[in-house]
C-alpha cells in the first residue's frame, strides 16, 4: 500500500517541481552551454530497482573529458569541475534533471541514492540489506546524514535504516532535512 502511495506522490511533487524549477533549469541549461563545450544533460547507467540499469540525467558539471569513475577516485577531482560546476554541486541544482527520472518511474524523491553501475562492492552490500529492491532516490537517509562525507559501510547501514522503516513520516522528514542540508551546503564534497 505504502508503494502505491509514494508513487503517486513522486508523480505528482516531481511533475509540480518540473513545473515551478522549470525556468531556472531552462536558465541553468544556457550557463551551462555558455560556460563549456559539450552537452547540458550528463547520462550515466546507474543500478534501479531491483539493479536495472537506467539512465540517470543530471546537468552536467565536469569537463567532457573527465574519466567515468566517482569523484572519490579522480584524485583531484576540481581540475574536472567547470567553473559553473563547482556552484551547480554545492547548491544541488544539477540533481534537478532528476525529477524527470522520478516522474519516468526510474527514481523515487526518497530513497537510497544510485551508485554507479560499477561500485560493485556497494551495490553487494546494498543486495544484504534489501536497499536495491526500493527505488533509488533524489535524497535518501544516507544523504541528510552525512552525504559524501561518510563511508559506503555507513551509507549502507543508513540504506538498512531506511528499508526496515520506510513510511510516510520518515519520508517526509528526510525531505526537509535535505532542504535543510541543501541551503547550507552541508555534506557537500566538490573538491
Not at 29 to 41: E, Q, R, T, Y
Not at 156 to 174: S, T
Amino acid at each position: 500500500m505504502f508503494e502505491a502511495l509514494k508513487r503517486v506522490m513522486d508523480i505528482i511533487l516531481s511533475f509540480l517541481a518540473i513545473v515551478v524549477f522549470g525556468i531556472p533549469m531552462l536558465l541553468v541549461a544556457l550557463l551551462i552551454k555558455l560556460d563549456s563545450k559539450g552537452p547540458v544533460i550528463f547520462k550515466q547507467k546507474r543500478p534501479g530497482k531491483d539493479k536495472s540499469l537506467f539512465n540517470i540525467y543530471k546537468f552536467r558539471t565536469m569537463r567532457t573529458d573527465t574519466p567515468n569513475v566517482s569523484t572519490e577516485d579522480l584524485g583531484d577531482p576540481s581540475q574536472y569541475i567547470t567553473k559553473l560546476g563547482m556552484f551547480l554541486r554545492k547548491s544541488s541544482l544539477d540533481e534537478l534533471p532528476q525529477l524527470f527520472n522520478i516522474l519516468m518511474g526510474h527514481m523515487s524523491i526518497v530513497g537510497p541514492r544510485p551508485a554507479l553501475y560499477n561500485q560493485y562492492e556497494l551495490i553487494g552490500m546494498r543486495d544484504e540489506v534489501g536497499a536495491n529492491n526500493i527505488r533509488p532516490g533524489l535524497t535518501g537517509y544516507a544523504q541528510v546524514m552525512g552525504r559524501d562525507l561518510i563511508s559506503d559501510q555507513e551509507k549502507v547501514g543508513f540504506d538498512k535504516y531506511y528499508v526496515e522503516h520506510m513510511n510516510l513520516w520518515l519520508d517526509v522528514k528526510i525531505i526537509w532535512w535535505t532542504a535543510k542540508s541543501v541551503v547550507n551546503s552541508e555534506g557537500v564534497r566538490v573538491e
